[in-house]
């Protein structure tokens, strides 16, 4: 994969998802297309989930959804829990806010265990809302907070939902092949991610894990549920077929993408990731930014937010960067969408890219200051 770092993109696109995806993995989708009920297919679907299972690093069984990754986060819910059931969502901003609002959808009541925005996780609460509410069958998380810029720490938090025994399901949406996110290692039940993130592939597939006690979990199930009820995946991957009709040009650069993550190694892929992190919170401190998350110990390895000072607008810093100088970053979601900026960094990063970014900042800056 790192091969593939440019420095001729046109256009330097830094959201935290979807990625800039190299010309040998989006030609991928030009292939012919062919019978998604026949050998070839059903090649393709065993091999992208035999190499998806190495980069989560599990033994459970895992799915492939054509959605985007909210899909497989209602399927998380959907797939495991029935009307009246209670769960904790531990939730540091609005992707983890996301559950509670499907979870509510379905009528399951969930008791909303939130911290401030820019803080991570705090285990010793988490423990706390655990003993308080004996009847919770399951805690939901977010791994990496795309709306804040805040990493939780897994071991820790999977330390303590193993020990009451709770389903533990974690939205790893914008973390797995970016950060190490080990699934049985961790003892998640359930997690899921979608293709556009550090998968290095267009948007349009999701990915679903599901642990032995997930299945029991799915048995006693009695939310309604079809597109996404894992029993129609479980039995039409037996016979190397998906359910429905999927997209098979993004299966086609998601094998690619996956040779090519694999080809690299997981232990480098995540190196990088972290190096450059390193590399772009460092600049944006130097060049006089203050990171969002409250500690740079919880910041994210695979996007960074950081504040803005007051005078400023996120709106014409985002523009001028986009307008002037090709690059693409996000504003924040919600209550701090004037607030903070994000700058996404999966997937591949060049140096030049960073100097591009940081640059083009300094200039937006400047003029906005005039
Ligand atoms: C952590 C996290 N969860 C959920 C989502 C929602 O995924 P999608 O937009 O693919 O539905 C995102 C997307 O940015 C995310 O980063």
Same mark, same amino acid.
């Given at each position: ?41 059903? *090649?393709?679907?065993? &091999?992208? %989930?035999?190499?998806?299972? $190495?980069?989560?690093?599990? @033994?459970?069984?895992?799915?492939? /959804? ?73 805690? *939901?998380?977010?791994? &990496?907070? %795309?709306?804040?810029?805040? $990493?939780?720490?897994?071991? @820790?938090?999977?330390?303590?939902? /193993? ?208």
């Amino acid at each position: 994969m790192q091969k593939y770092l440019s420095d001729k993109n046109e256009t330097n696109l830094r959201l935290p998802g979807p990625v800039p995806v190299p010309f040998d993995i989006l030609n991928e989708q030009t292939k012919p297309l062919i019978n998604h009920r026949g050998n070839e297919f059903s *090649y393709l679907l065993k &091999n992208c %989930t035999d190499k998806l299972k $190495q980069i989560f690093a599990t @033994d459970n069984d895992l799915y492939i /959804t054509t959605s985007s990754g909210t899909g497989v986060m209602e399927a998380s819910i959907s797939n495991f829990l029935s009307e009246g059931d209670e769960i904790i969502v531990a939730s540091v901003g609005w992707f983890g806010d996301r559950f509670t609002e499907i979870a509510q959808a379905y009528n399951v009541k969930v008791i909303n265990l939130s911290f401030s925005h820019g803080s991570n996780i705090n285990c010793i609460d988490l423990e706390e809302c655990i003993k308080k509410n004996p009847k919770a069958k399951a805690v *939901y998380v977010t791994h &990496n907070e %795309t709306s804040t810029g805040v $990493q939780n720490n897994l071991s @820790d938090i999977s330390k303590i939902v /193993t020990k009451y025994s709770l389903l533990f399901v974690v939205d790893g949406i914008s973390s797995v092949a970016s950060v190490p996110c080990e699934t049985d290692k961790l003892k998640i039940d359930v997690l899921i991610s979608a293709s556009q993130k550090g998968w290095v592939t267009p948007p349009g597939l999701a990915f679903i894990s599901v642990s032995k006690k997930a299945w029991n979990y799915h048995k006693v199930s009695s939310l309604p549920k079809y597109y996404f009820d894992i029993s129609q995946y479980k039995n039409y991957f037996k016979k190397g077929q998906p359910p429905f009709t999927p997209a098979i040009g993004v299966m086609y650069s998601l094998d690619k993408a996956l040779d090519l993550l694999i080809e690299e190694t997981m232990p480098k892929v995540y190196e990088r990731h972290k190096k450059v992190a390193y590399k772009i919170r460092t600049k944006l401190i130097e060049i006089g930014f203050e990171l969002f998350p409250d500690d740079e110990n919880h910041a994210s390895d695979t996007l960074t937010s950081v504040k803005i000072p007051k005078e400023t607008s996120t709106k014409q810093i985002i523009e001028k960067l986009e307008n002037k100088y090709n690059v693409i970053i996000s504003a924040g979601q919600g209550n701090l969408s004037d607030k903070i900026l994000r700058i996404g960094h999966l997937g591949l990063v060049s140096d030049a890219e960073i100097d591009w970014l940081i640059e083009s900042l300094i200039k937006s800056m400047e003029k906005e200051n005039e």
